[in-house]
């Protein structure tokens, strides 16, 4: 059975940062890559980030350039999401997932076909 394991998140103050981790067990993802979604109440899921595992190339969504880093462990087959400057428009349940070809995702040209069950992040003024 595949999955996808999301954890770190919680509660944080304006300004502050989290660190997201999402690891895979079930199978080898060693030609996925992987991403982060979002949904804030009443909104759509929206692209966060994403990072080609085979060449580290990383994508990101344009409100989160410059305050968020993906980075991958292919050792532990491991994703991360480094958050900063954490703004309350950052609440969201946060997603992982996975795809063979996480390029078209991040342009959104397709959905990812691996989700993970979502972790909640909540930024307070």
């Known amino acids: 059975q595949v999955q996808l394991v999301e954890s770190g998140g919680g509660l944080v103050q304006a300004g502050g940062s989290l660190r997201l981790s999402c690891a895979a067990s079930?199978?080898?993802?060693?030609?996925?890559?992987r991403g982060w979604f979002r949904q804030a109440p009443g909104k759509e899921r929206e692209f966060v980030a994403a990072?080609?595992?085979?060449?580290?190339?990383?994508y990101y969504a344009d409100s989160v350039k410059g305050r968020f880093t993906i980075s991958r462990d292919n050792a532990k087959n491991t994703v991360y999401l480094q958050m900063n400057s954490l703004k309350p428009e950052d609440t969201a349940v946060y997603y992982c997932?996975?795809?063979?070809?996480?390029?078209?995702?991040?342009?959104?040209?397709?959905?990812?076909?691996?989700w993970g069950q979502g972790t909640q992040v909540t930024v307070s003024s």
């Open positions: 079930g199978r080898t993802f060693s030609t996925y890559g």
């Open positions: 997932a996975a795809d063979y070809s996480i390029q078209a995702v991040a342009v959104g040209m397709k959905l990812p076909h691996y």
């Open positions: 990072i080609s595992w085979s060449s580290g190339g990383t």
